[in-house]
């Protein structure tokens, strides 16, 4: 079934994928440790944009959004579980309207601790539900009253998403369509009905034979001690979930350039070249070769998966 062409199916109840059933089993572990604690927080995800020439049309952009809602079913698919099914179970109710899902605020853009507040907000907010499908919101932040129907510059949008509907590459694919709609762009609607959609991709995956992968894990990691800690020179403690930190730092040109050409000379993609970057740092510091670190895939292992916006990453040590 992996190399035949996929076709869609005409169904609209069905299994849930592997990554959202991990997600929605998950997410009630992970709200006992976010309702102790403020700074952490739940598998929403905020992407901050910021007016800086020019202006946009509320109403059209509104529209838009509505329009990629109705084009992506992942948008309107409910999860909960099912006893006839004995597993949870995915269930699209059409609906392109945002309802309480988009909301216009009155801001002074100047006031960076209350922008902050603001996305810190819709980064923990309680507005999403996966079992009525509730896991898109729109929150425009704007300085004034006037031109009620416009954002201007440094005025703020803000789209939430809920990772159980969306990856990081279907986020590039959100924007692309909801740029596309905004601009009066004309979708092919002939191919869009004929498109696989997240919940085909679910059925097929679950088709799928997953004998010799689970074998594969299973031998690597048959004599593997999990209780043994990395030798960091340093204390480190195990850390709550959802918690971490980010360090971010400037990479000049010059090395950027050195970083292409040994890419492109050695054939590998950059997951590779970091990947053993940061083996060699961490052996360098620690004197040790045995690593597990755990990273994140794609998942898209059909050409047919490539536009399709839903969770398909995966994890992969």
């Known amino acids: 079934m992996g190399d035949e062409e996929w076709k869609r199916l005409n169904i609209t109840k069905g299994r849930t994928s592997y990554s959202q059933e991990r997600i929605w089993l998950d997410e009630p572990i992970r709200s006992t440790y976010t309702v102790k604690d403020e700074n952490l927080y739940d598998y929403n995800y905020v992407k901050v944009y910021q007016i800086e020439d020019g202006f946009l049309s509320i109403n059209r952009f509104r529209q838009s959004i509505e329009n990629v809602i109705k084009r992506n079913e992942i948008f309107q698919t409910e999860l909960d579980y099912s006893l006839d099914e004995h597993g949870i179970e995915q269930i699209i109710k059409k609906s392109n309207k945002l309802n309480d899902s988009f909301e ?9 601790d209350k922008i902050n507040e603001i996305i810190y907000s819709e980064q923990i907010t309680k507005h999403f539900d996966l079992n009525k499908g509730e896991i898109f919101r729109c ?23 809920h990772h159980s509907a969306i990856d990081n590459y279907s986020r590039f694919l959100f924007l692309k369509q909801l740029t596309s709609e905004y601009q009066n762009e004309k979708m092919n609607l002939e191919e869009n009905e004929n498109q696989l959609r997240f919940i085909d991709y679910s059925y097929y995956e679950r088709q799928l034979d997953l004998t010799k992968c689970e074998e594969f894990w299973q031998d690597l990691f048959s004599d593997y001690s999990f209780k043994q800690r990395i030798n960091l020179p340093y204390d480190n ?6 918690s971490g930190s980010i360090y971010s730092f400037q990479i000049d040109k010059s090395l950027t350039r050195q970083i292409f050409r040994y890419k492109k000379k050695q054939n590998i993609n950059f997951f590779r070249l970091f990947l053993s970057t940061f083996y060699c740092y961490l052996f360098k510091i620690t004197q040790d070769t045995d690593f597990s670190v755990l990273g994140v ?21």
């Open 104 to 112: 216009i605020t009155k801001v002074d853009v100047c006031d960076q």
């Open 139 to 161: 929150h425009l932040l704007k300085q004034s009253n006037k031109d009620k129907n416009r954002l201007i510059k440094n005025d703020f949008i803000l789209l939430i998403f």
């Open 237 to 242: 403690k195990l850390i709550f979930i959802s």
């Open 297 to 317: 895939t794609p998942n898209r292992y059909k050409s047919q998966l490539t536009n399709i916006i839903g969770p398909f990453e995966n994890f992969i040590v």
